[in-house]
């Protein structure tokens, strides 16, 4: 029987689809496994998530700038970082589905539905899974598979093939010179742009650059929608430091990042927990997790990943990295913030999509998304399709569309113009009925408290502004 949480997630992904906000990719052959496409309104709350990261940082913060990094870059990057030798997960096959799964996250997904937060039992297995990954001992994690009996889930047999490694980059053939690969983090971007940057923009220690980019990984393991894709976006920001400095900003950027995601959503649903199985490059590490509906998982990753990257790309490169400081010449340390912002959009919209049963024993659907990242930030309606209503709303609509994303809809009754804005999180509606031809106002409504009220033609655009723009978010992270 399905969980209750199954029935909302499969009633999630289907109103994405539904409302435009998330559709298969290559939908009309079939689907690409763990590849999604961003529908009109997907893409406008992806943007707003990205707009609300990028000025976090690079704007309240005058030693980080931006920059954006092509995805193909020289292979010898990828030597340099470490993903070619070490950037490998774990499959295993199961010989009756034919599917091919990641035995770790068997595991850990097996512990999470089936045990509370502290149970000691969960705790024990996990630590004999980190051991067993920590000693490469592939028969110990078989076993363990065995002993909790876990069962594919879609023949529910327990039929394995031995675990295998396998390098998660995806490999492009290139006819004449060496193989590339799509880049499988943001980072090396700007890694290999340190001294460009630095230069250019007379950057000096400590200072940082965040970029917005996709990235690529061969999940072999994809399920739980856009939670784990082969193709996705990272915003991460790499912030170079005086080694002595390390413990001091690895505190202060993790406690930035946890302000941040707190500022969006409710404090219960996020937790913060430090790394015991540390990535091939850091050297001390925290995740930022979020409750899905599937469990507390990661959605954002603070390494210290000292002066790894820039050590091995002065060896491999042969260029120097270093920065001269106080007659010295040193290798700067980096703490790094990735944010997946495809989780992060998940996560906002499983947390505010919410079915209300109103007043009249009616329900209502409704995305409670905070006002400055609605994908639509204000429809106007008119009240009946005649008497001269649809041509004062439009007029209204075309002047204030220059500063502001709205919608213009006269296509159903004013009932069913409100749920669907609701639907896809518009906070505000402006209806124009008769009281606008004598009195040059329009009614009001609330997405959340659904409350009316008289305004002004003229505040429109002022009421919009304050309402949704990213001023007092921003400034609460000040
Ligand atoms: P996981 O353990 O869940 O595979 P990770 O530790 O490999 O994640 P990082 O390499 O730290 O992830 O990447 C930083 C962020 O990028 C993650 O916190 C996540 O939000 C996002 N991310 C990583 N892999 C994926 C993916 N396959 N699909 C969507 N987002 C991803």
Redesign the pocket.
């Known amino acids: 029987m399905k969980k209750c949480n199954d029935h909302f997630f499969d009633f999630l992904v289907s109103h994405a689809k539904i409302y435009g906000f998330i559709f298969p990719s290559s939908d009309i052959y079939g689907g690409l496994n763990a590849v999604y496409d961003y529908g009109p309104y997907g893409v406008e709350l992806k943007n707003n998530i990205k707009k609300f990261w990028w000025k976090s940082m690079t704007h309240l913060h005058d030693n980080i700038v931006g920059i954006d990094t092509s995805i193909l870059m020289n292979s010898e990057i990828w030597n340099a970082s470490g993903h070619v030798k070490k950037f490998n997960e774990l499959l295993i096959d199961n010989k009756d589905s034919k599917k091919r799964y990641r035995p770790d996250l068997l595991i850990k997904d097996y512990v999470d539905k089936n045990f509370s937060k502290n149970s000691k039992k969960k705790e024990n297995i996990l630590y004999r899974l980190f051991e067993s990954l920590r000693k490469k001992d592939f028969l110990d994690l078989r076993i363990l598979l065995n002993e909790l009996n876990i069962c594919d889930p879609i023949s529910k047999t327990k039929n394995w093939t031995k675990i295998r490694v396998f390098n998660m980059m995806f490999k492009i053939k290139n006819e004449s010179r060496k193989d590339l690969f799509l880049r499988p983090?943001t980072a090396q971007g700007i890694f290999c742009n340190f001294h460009n940057v630095k230069k250019s923009n007379r950057m000096k220690i400590p200072f940082g650059i965040a970029q917005v980019g996709k990235s690529f990984?061969n999940?072999i393991f994809s399920s739980k929608f856009i939670?784990?894709?082969r193709e996705?976006e990272?915003m991460e920001m790499q912030f170079f430091i005086h080694p002595k400095e390390e413990n001091k900003w690895y505190e202060y950027w993790k406690n930035f990042r946890l302000k941040w995601h707190l500022i969006l959503g409710n404090k219960a649903n996020y937790q913060l927990r430090d790394h015991d199985d540390l990535?091939h490059y850091a050297s001390a590490g925290a995740d930022i997790e979020y409750h899905f509906p599937f469990g507390f998982?990661?959605?954002?990753?603070i390494h210290s990943r000292r002066d790894f990257d820039l050590k091995n790309h002065e060896f491999f490169s042969k260029k120097k990295l270093r920065v001269y400081e106080h007659q010295k010449n040193y290798i700067p340390y980096v703490i790094e913030t990735?944010?997946?912002l495809?989780?992060t959009f998940l996560a906002l919209f499983s947390s505010f999509l919410k079915k209300e049963k109103l007043k009249n024993g009616t329900i209502r659907i409704v995305l409670k998304l905070p006002y400055y990242l609605s994908p639509i930030k204000a429809a106007i309606f008119p009240l009946v399709r005649k008497d001269g209503l649809p041509e004062i709303a439009k007029k209204i609509f075309n002047y204030l569309k220059i500063n502001h994303k709205l919608i213009y809809d006269q296509k159903e009754s004013i009932g069913k113009l409100y749920r669907r804005q609701d639907a896809i999180g518009t906070p505000l509606c402006f209806t124009v009925d008769y009281e606008t031809i004598e009195k040059n106002t329009v009614t009001m409504r609330y997405r959340d408290s659904m409350e009316q009220k008289r305004v002004c033609i003229k505040d429109i655009s002022k009421i919009i502004e304050e309402e949704t723009g990213l001023d007092k978010p921003l400034r609460k992270l000040l």
């Not at 998982?297 to 990753?301: L, P, Y």
């Open positions: 983090e990984r999940e939670f784990r894709m996705f990272q990535a998982k990661e959605i954002e990753g990735s944010l997946g495809d989780r």
